[in-house]
């Protein structure tokens, strides 16, 4: 009677499983925060935006899903999340886009919500981002610093034994929240494979460092005068020198 009662139980469950379907309440779009309800953006970027699906079962439910986007993107491997019967329970996606460049004035893009069980669902958010709608931000050095060993080296001067470790320090800032590309050369004529790149808030120093080991107790290196240029390619370009000089013994 037991082994009936538990088989008929769980018979119940699966059962209950099986009819459980769920649907799409209602999404919503943001940008940088703020409920864009026409699913339009104009202003500055790049932009943080946000994808908010209400996802409704009429059973409780494991819903597993991922999404697609209209750049190519999509999740690496499904996701899931657990449902209570009869209410909305939010799903977000992030998205990181857009610069103040022609490419992103007039941008048209979409998410996909793919539900793959308990039923198939899909659910589109379509949006428009016009960057721009102002001056285009620019980027400034607004100070640098030269470190030896981790002691920071007013004179950018060393005296004492090889080689050393040099921390090359400058503060950036932007006038306006941007991306910043930028490279680094050397006096040794050596130079970073390919270019790097930051995102910077508004008028708030961010620091872009550099490292070199260097030096050695050698004649070569006994009066050595060397130098570490920033060079910044994007969105306007900047080009900031810190020289020093070893005096290895």
Request: aromatic share 8%; glycine share 8%; proline share 7%.
């Amino acid at each position: 009677m037991k082994k009936t009662l538990h088989v008929s139980v769980l018979a119940l469950t699966a059962l209950i499983a099986a009819q459980a379907s769920v649907r799409v309440g209602g999404s919503a779009f943001s940008v940088n925060g703020q409920l864009a309800r026409d699913h339009q953006y104009s202003g500055l970027c790049p932009v943080d935006l946000r994808f908010d699906w209400g996802v409704i079962s009429t059973e409780p439910a494991t819903v597993v899903y991922s999404f697609t986007r209209s750049d190519g993107g999509h999740s690496s491997q499904p996701r899931a999340v657990n449902l209570p019967e009869r209410r909305s329970v939010p799903i977000l996606e992030e998205w990181h886009l857009g610069a103040n460049t022609p490419q992103f004035a007039d941008y048209h893009g979409w998410v996909d919500l793919n539900i793959e069980s308990p039923n198939p669902v899909t659910n589109r958010i379509s949006f428009t981002i016009h960057c721009g709608g102002g001056a285009p931000a620019s980027v400034r050095v607004g100070g640098s610093a030269f470190s030896v060993n981790g002691q920071l080296d007013r004179e950018h001067q060393y005296t004492g034994p090889c080689p050393v470790d040099l921390t090359f320090d400058w503060g950036v800032i932007a006038t306006d929240p941007t991306q910043v590309v930028y490279t680094f050369s050397r006096s040794d004529g050596g130079h970073q494979s390919h270019s790097s790149a930051i995102d910077l808030p508004a008028q708030r120093s961010v620091p872009i460092l550099d490292h070199w080991r260097l030096g050695a107790n050698t004649p070569q290196f006994a009066d050595f005068h060397g130098w570490v240029e920033l060079v910044i390619e994007s969105p306007n370009p900047v080009a900031n020198r810190i020289g020093f000089t070893l005096h290895c013994q």
